[in-house]
């Protein structure tokens, strides 16, 4: 193996509450990227893969750690990277052939090169004849065409991508997916090294040649194989079946201990658990997936269950782990199976499964626990979410408290645990004061 | 193309000898008709001028807010205060003292008008150039990090773009409030300035109607040629700045720019000057980029310039807060009263306006916003009316006033409507027209009817609408109590109860203490109702009356 062109030496990212309290989004990581590689990063939403993918680039820094540039440490002036984002992140105001040309100008390469520059690679990406059209007036896929060709003229070493392709449709997203892929294997393409951040399972196995699959909260990597399978990649193979199995086992089961075919597993002791994290996920999709489960027998795998309501293992994870966490679904081996639990609030009424579902959720759910007994607690039966808010800040990052908040939100107003009053920030309890706690059949409060 | 070169070099020629001439304290206001040119000539420079002041000043104080988060601190809530300050009040004092700094000459007069005005338009530019700054997407920010997007390229490619449609509709509101203070400058009555406000002041004062008319005709050619050569163009061209996905059906259009899109000389121009320059702009900066450890000395010299200019302005604060105190203590017991009983009326006269306005802007405006047709006919005329400066008016509407024997307590809130009315008009007709279609299907298909209907659907529609037009007139109302209260008119001076008569005649009997303790109580109080009612008459209509897809 030649010299790596990036090395990342236990790049870790934490911030500092104002208690002095650490809380940690990328545990420790090591990673090198070698030439003539396509690299998938995946992880479930909100893991920290952008953050990681960010660091990688000189971006942004590690809290600690170091990230290397054959060997030197990198900035955003010595790193040969470029990025094609999510959102396309082109100029509106500047035609195809201008947003192309900008990064070259800030080069300084010459009017008359730069043009030439320019023209070819939107030449090679299919985009001739759009030179002098703005981003606007292309479709979703032109556009990421155009974030492809702005970060193939810069001739960077390695090409990173950030979602590339999520934010198109599904036969957009493929052809597109097959064009790199065609440019990659022909040697069309300017870069020695390509990073894919995605949360899509299927399209890590169809494009990388080396997968790496990381854990949430903190981010660390649970664990980095090759792939071998030759292109183009059926994706009715076996082993490619096999494969995309392999990983969503690995997804939904934080605490297994890994041993895949020529992996460098990540051997990090499995961290400390130091707050229930609730998954984000909406009642009505935790209903859904129970009824689904309950047509169809009753335990489904969870590969199948992806490709039957056409979701990404982004949208389905969260669900299945909110009705694991519940009680309502076990999981094992990938497989989902539907718990006696499941099986009553599947086929139970509106108003039961209010009941059934307060039931499991008083029981399960750790936030919502303790929002119940400090509302019984209190003389006027109600508080201010600030005090959920300061008991969430110490265990998670900002943005992950809106999320586990308003999740929260969601769960307990549904099972009638307490009302939430958006323009007073309170919570009070939804029942009348000095009831019994087993709960009660009133009828939704709309 | 000779003769329009001329016609520059007379105009600068002429301005020149005006400004830089001696100072003469009562410029004589022609009244012929080939003078009213001229007139319109001198105020629409003023303007100009200011405009130019306040782009400038905009774009580097909301650039230092945005990238200094230490600067950002108290540049925002600074911010907030200046722009609640009634600038009227500070006319006389800004005249004084620009015309002591350039003793015997005009341009002393010239600049602080200028200045004036500039104060009046800079800070609600500066605050959306920062805002806009502050919204740019991340991974915009990321991509011109990644791909080594130098200082310039930053500026000219995503920071001025970005920010383009919020300065231009700033722009717009900026320079339409400019003509109001700009009537009042020309109007000042130790200072006259040759103008269009005080032709019309003039006018006025020998009751001669046909200059009044020919004036304000003037007035509203000059504002309507300046949306059409100027506005209109520059808002069709702002449309390739929206930050939008898709491109939109209907799209702003201006005959203008078209004729110069399609103008050879324009691409000729381009091609030949903008293009090298630009691209030797980029070069300069590209070859520059590279020292790096030079720049950070560069700003470790830059943050000791900070420093220091943070404590000389601290000691002035100090010193000025020191003098105010030493006025306040020198003041009695009955000049405190005085501005009290002034600040009580004012407020009753500024919230009686709200009131009036509202009462008959809301039928008005939502009648005007449920039907395009007489929308169509309606908003135009509108816009015009609007457009004429109340200032510019308050001779003519005092004139009529006296004739009719009404005293200046009526007539200062007919002249405070007048100046107000139309921010809430305006802003309840766009509340209207934003009602959306099937909302008022569903009022129809549930029989909700009459008062029904305003109660359920009108009037939580149009709230956000409505606070902010009433914030906006509430603010206009108050700076315009100033000219409002206390006018000098052939001669004789007419004036009523309340802080801006007292502001007014302060100046005039050059009691500078008074003046000084009443503007700083006005901006108090303006500040603290501010801060009480309409901030949180603005969130709640944010947040509970927002119609949100």
């Known amino acids: 193996m030649s010299d790596p062109i990036i090395r990342a030496q236990a790049v870790e990212k934490f911030y500092l509450q104002p208690d002095g309290n650490r809380i940690e989004v990328i545990a420790p990581v090591d990673l090198d990227v070698e030439p003539g590689e396509i690299i998938t990063l995946l992880g479930p939403s909100g893991c920290g893969k952008s953050t990681l993918l960010r660091i990688l680039t000189g971006l942004s820094k590690p809290s600690s750690g170091e990230v290397l540039w054959h060997g030197h440490p990198i900035t955003s002036q010595n790193a040969g990277v470029a990025i094609v984002f999510q959102s396309f992140a082109l100029f509106p105001w500047l035609t195809v052939l201008d947003n192309v040309e900008a990064p070259l100008e800030a080069r300084g390469v010459p009017a008359l090169e730069r043009h030439k520059r320019a023209l070819r690679i939107l030449d090679t990406v299919g985009l001739d004849g759009f030179e002098s059209a703005y981003p606007k007036e292309l479709s979703g896929g032109m556009k990421q065409r155009v974030g492809f060709a702005r970060a193939m003229v810069v001739e960077p070493e390695v090409l990173f991508m950030d979602e590339p392709f999520s934010a198109l449709d599904v036969l957009t997203a493929e052809n597109l997916r097959n064009e790199l892929l065609e440019l990659w294997l022909s040697k069309k393409m300017p870069t020695s090294a390509i990073f894919i951040v995605t949360h899509n399972i299927e399209e890590a196995v169809l494009l990388a040649d080396r997968v790496i699959v990381l854990g949430r909260n903190p981010a660390r990597v649970r664990a980095d194989f090759p792939i071998e399978l030759s292109h183009p990649r059926d994706r009715k193979s076996d082993r490619f079946v096999e494969l995309v199995d392999y990983i969503y086992k690995i997804m939904t089961q934080p605490d297994l201990a890994l041993a895949a075919p020529g992996a460098t597993a990540a051997t990090h002791k499995p961290v400390r658990q130091k707050y229930q994290m609730i998954p984000h996920a909406r009642v009505g999709g935790i209903t859904g997936l129970l009824e689904l489960l309950q047509d169809r027998g009753g335990k489904e795998d969870l590969y199948r269950l992806a490709e039957v309501l056409i979701m990404d293992a982004e949208d389905l994870l969260p669900i299945v782990e909110a009705s694991v966490m519940l009680g309502f679904a076990t999981l094992k081996e990938g497989d989902v199976e539907i718990t006696p639990e499941g099986v009553q609030f599947a086929e139970a009424g509106i108003l039961e499964r209010k009941i059934l579902f307060r039931n499991a959720a008083l029981k399960h759910i750790v936030i919502l626990q303790q929002i119940d007994s400090v509302l019984h607690a209190k003389a006027d039966r109600s508080i201010s979410q600030e005090f959920f808010y300061d008991i969430l800040d110490e265990h998670f990052s900002q943005d992950e408290v809106e999320r586990q908040f308003e999740t929260a939100m969601n769960w307990g107003r549904y099972a009638e645990i307490f009302d939430f009053d958006r323009e007073s920030h309170r919570l009070t309890l939804a029942e009348p004061v000095g009831e019994p706690h087993p709960p009660t059949t009133t009828p939704v409060q709309l | 193309m000779f003769s329009a070169g001329l016609a520059l070099f007379y105009g600068v020629v002429e301005v020149g000898r005006n400004w830089l001439g001696p100072f003469t304290p009562h410029v004589e206001i022609s009244r012929r008709l080939s003078a009213l040119p001229v007139y319109a000539g001198y105020s629409l420079l003023r303007i100009a001028l200011a405009y130019v002041l306040s782009l400038l000043f905009a774009i580097t104080y909301g650039y230092i807010a945005a990238y200094r988060p230490r600067a950002e601190r108290f540049m925002i809530p600074l911010l907030d205060v200046l722009q609640s300050i009634p600038v009227l009040s500070f006319l006389p004092g800004v005249m004084l003292a620009m015309a002591a700094l350039f003793p015997g000459r005009q341009i002393g007069v010239e600049m602080g008008a ?148 399609r103008s050879r000389g324009v691409a000729l121009f381009r091609k030949r000057a903008i293009r090298p320059l630009s691209e030797r702009m980029v070069h300069y900066f590209a070859g520059h980029q ?32 020191v003098r105010v105190v030493m006025i306040l203590t020198g003041l009695h017991g009955a000049d405190f009263r005085q501005i009290g009983i002034g600040l009580a009326a004012t407020f009753l006269r500024v919230n009686l306006t709200l009131v009036l306005g509202a009462l008959w802007t809301i039928p008005v405006g939502v009648a005007i916003g449920f039907n395009p047709r007489l929308a169509r006919i309606a908003q135009p005329l509108a816009q015009i009316a609007a457009s004429v400066p109340a200032t510019a008016l308050f001779p ?78 509430s603010g206009g109302a108050w700076n315009a109590s100033i000219v409002a209260e206390y006018f000098r008119f052939k001669g004789q001076t007419y004036s009523t109860v309340g802080v801006g008569a007292l502001i007014s005649s302060a100046t005039e009997a050059k009691n500078f203490d008074l003046l000084l303790v009443s503007t700083i109580a006005l901006a108090a109080v303006v500040v603290t109702t501010n801060r009480l009612v309409w901030r949180r008459l603005y969130r709640l209509a944010e947040t509970r009356y927002k119609l949100e897809s």
């Open chain 2, 114 to 261: 200028v200045l004036l005005i500039f104060t009046g338009q800079v800070w609600n530019m500066a605050f959306s150039f920062y805002a806009s700054l502050k919204s740019i997407p991340r991974e915009m920010r990321e991509a011109a990090t990644i791909y080594r997007f130098n200082w310039w390229q930053r500026f000219i490619q995503i920071e001025l773009p970005f920010s383009t449609i919020g300065l231009v509709w700033n722009s717009m509101m900026s320079v339409a409030g400019a003509w109001f203070f700009l009537m009042a400058c020309e109007q000042f009555s130790d200072f006259r300035l040759p103008g269009l406000g005080s032709y019309l002041q003039a006018a006025a004062d020998d009751g001669d109607t046909r200059s009044i008319l020919l004036g304000v005709l003037t007035m509203v050619a000059v504002i309507v040629l300046i949306d059409q050569f100027v506005w209109r163009p520059v808002i069709a061209w702002a449309e390739k700045f929206k930050m939008e996905q898709v491109e939109s059906a209907s799209v702003p259009t201006s005959w203008v720019l078209d004729f110069l899109q």
């Open chain 2, 396 to 473: 003519v509407v005092l004139l009529v006033l006296i004739r009719l024997g009404g005293g200046l307590g009526v007539g200062s809130i007919v002249l405070l409507l007048l100046g107000t009315q139309w921010y809430i008009l305006f802003n309840v007709i766009a509340g209207a027209i934003a009602i959306p279609t099937d909302l008022k299907e569903a009022a129809n298909v549930f029989g909700i009817r009459g008062w029904e209907c305003w109660r359920k659907l009108i009037l939580p529609g149009i709230f956000p609408f409505l606070v902010t037009g009433l914030i906006t007139a």
């Open chain 2, 290 to 321: 590279e020292v790096r450890a030079e720049t950070e000395r560069e700003s470790a010299t830059m943050s000791w310039v900070a420093r220091i200019a943070g404590s000389v302005a601290l000691l002035a604060i100090g010193y000025a807060v």
